[in-house]
């Protein structure tokens, strides 16, 4: 789960950037989807952006609800057709060490 100072914290931080994918008349198609996880997992947070064609079918919530469920991921801000979205990274151990014996 996210605090609300976290979500304010990030909400600041991504409204100047610039989406980084785009939606397009495909919707929420698989590669849309793939590319919002793989980017989720370098970066954390995604903007994303909805083309207006995309829309023909579903409603702006409806479509991000969909992707956020898809990738597992927090909705931060939605504003638009504009979106956010947030999931905590998963670390990797770093190896052992063998022992000295």
């Known amino acids: 789960m ?3 100072g976290m979500k304010r914290r ?10 980084t994918v785009w939606v397009g008349k495909e919707g929420a198609s698989q590669q849309v989807v793939n590319e919002i996880c793989r980017q ?3 970066h954390e947070v995604v903007k994303a952006k909805i083309h207006q ?3 023909i079918e579903q409603e702006t919530k ?8 898809q990738t597992n991921a927090t909705l931060i801000d939605l504003r638009g057709h504009t979106f ?3 999931k905590k990274r998963k ?4 190896p052992q060490k063998p022992s000295k014996r």
């Open 84 to 86: 956010i979205l947030y």
């Open 53 to 55: 064609t995309a829309l």
């Open 10 to 19: 990030l909400r600041r931080e991504f409204s100047a950037q610039q989406p």
């Open 2 to 4: 996210i605090s609300p």
């Open 91 to 94: 670390r990797q151990a770093l």
């Open 62 to 69: 409806a479509l991000v609800t969909n992707i956020a469920a």
């Open 40 to 42: 989720l997992e370098q």
